[in-house]
């Protein structure tokens, strides 16, 4: 591996607009030196990693990537560099992996926004990234598109099938899910009490998110219904609007620290804050690193990361209230890589399934690898993210389920676009509400 990698450009594409040659690491939070020396480069990392079983490169590997982020403090950097990172799924299946504690999560989450800063991407890449931040971490610009996702036979995916194989404009059109208009207005009650008849269990603030809200609205209700059928009283504000998760694990960390600050801002005065979205878990839980130089949010942000709890969490930390009725069907679990890798929660959603009478939970092949959705990855990387949604689907399908079960809403709709014959994929609070209230069928 050559350390001079600033003289090359991406392949395909336009060339990318260089300010002057570019340097290496800024002095704004460059990688750590102290954890890229953690990685003793083994190897353990390689069987795990979605994007070196895809390029098979080591360039596109963790202890690649780890070797890079060396150059970067020794030379300059450039579009090759920024390539090998791009590729990066930041799924975090190498932290779960690694004998050696690495810490690669903290490693990519200071290189992306170095990149960002540093190498100039091209105008088409700079466009399209702008869409997809300036669109979809707005649910009111999400909804302004509703009217032709609920078109019949799924207008999206149609237009998609007219542009070339592999655009990225296609694999935004094919990944666009069927929705009701219906289901995009209606809004959560700011505070749902708790269930009659329940004992209370106190209060809990829950994020709405920007995409979830949005197009699975009907998740967020479930959700709600859920916590109240457990004794919670539930506060759902409206605003903000998005946690920053999307631009975060973007490298876009300006817009990511803007959107953090009104999160803490309207949600550190409870005591637990439950989310239903691995991503957006993650990233707020990871608040406190995010803000750690900056002495006027550091405690702040630190106390309300804390606070943080996947939803999975919050339920299994308590013993059940709301009888569960049978749900007579197969459940394959799907961990979205957020929530498996990034957080360590596994086994609460798998325990809360398995408490539904005469539901069977069975679990796919290759679980730890990702489904390729990773946030945007899935449409700044479609090839690639085709690839991994394909193995992931098929996995799934393997299984002989009735229905899928994933906990994050760009993994629903990865896994929904590539399945060769549909197979409900649901969010495991839309099952567990079911049961609850007794129902026959869901909604996805």
């Not at 603030?205 to 009907?218: H, K, S």
């Not at 394959?332 to 809360?352: K, N, T």
Request: hydrophobic share 40%.
């Amino acid at each position: 591996m050559t350390a001079d990698l600033s003289n090359t450009t991406p392949s395909g594409g336009d060339q990318p607009e260089m300010i002057g040659m570019p340097t290496g690491w800024d002095a704004h939070r460059p990688p750590d030196p102290e954890l890229i020396k953690d990685c003793v480069h083994c190897g353990f990392c390689l069987p795990t990693c979605p994007s070196y079983s895809v390029f098979q490169d080591e360039a596109d590997s963790p202890r690649g990537r780890i070797v890079l982020m060396r150059v970067g403090h020794d030379d300059a950097i450039g579009p090759t560099l920024q390539t090998h990172f791009d590729r990066c799924l930041g799924c975090m299946a190498c932290v779960t992996a690694c004998p050696s504690g690495v810490q690669y999560d903290r490693l990519i989450e200071q290189v992306r926004p170095q990149l960002e800063r540093n190498v100039p991407r091209t105008r088409s890449d700079r466009a399209f990234r702008a869409l997809i931040f300036g669109v979809f971490t707005h649910p009111g610009r999400v909804r302004a598109l509703i009217p032709a996702l609920a078109v019949p036979g799924k207008l999206g995916a149609r237009l998609g099938r007219l542009l070339p194989a592999g655009s990225r404009l296609r694999a935004l059109m094919s990944l666009a899910p069927p929705v009701s208009l219906g289901a995009t207005v209606r809004q959560l009650d700011r505070v749902t009490p708790p269930a009659p008849g329940t004992e209370p269990r106190g209060k809990v603030a829950f994020l709405q998110g920007c995409i979830q809200r949005a197009l699975f609205g009907d998740v967020n209700a479930a959700t709600v219904r859920v916590l109240a059928a457990e004794g919670f009283e539930v506060h759902a504000p409206r605003a903000p609007r998005c946690c920053g998760a999307l631009q975060l694990h973007g490298g876009e960390e300006e817009s990511a620290l803007v959107e953090a600050r009104k999160v803490i801002a309207a949600y550190e005065d409870f005591d637990t804050i439950a989310v239903n979205v691995a991503g957006c878990g993650s990233a707020m839980k990871d608040y406190g690193h995010l803000f750690s130089d900056d002495p006027a949010w550091a405690s702040r942000a630190e106390a309300f990361s804390a606070k943080v709890k996947d939803v999975h969490e919050v339920l299994a930390a308590v013993e059940p209230q709301a009888k569960r009725h049978p749900l007579s069907m197969r459940v394959a679990y799907h961990d979205a890589c957020h929530l498996a890798h990034a957080q360590g929660v596994r086994s609460q959603p798998r325990e809360l399934l398995r408490g539904i009478p005469e539901l069977t939970l069975v679990e796919p092949a290759e679980w730890e690898i990702c489904c390729g959705s990773a946030g945007i990855y899935n449409l700044t990387q479609p090839a690639a993210a085709t690839e991994l949604g394909v193995r992931k689907a098929a996995n799934l399908a393997a299984t002989k389920a009735d229905v899928i079960a994933a906990a994050n809403p760009g993994c629903a709709l990865q896994i929904a676009a590539h399945l060769d014959t549909p197979i409900p994929v649901y969010h495991p609070m839309v099952l567990l509400d079911a049961s609850i209230r007794r129902l026959r069928r869901t909604s996805s």
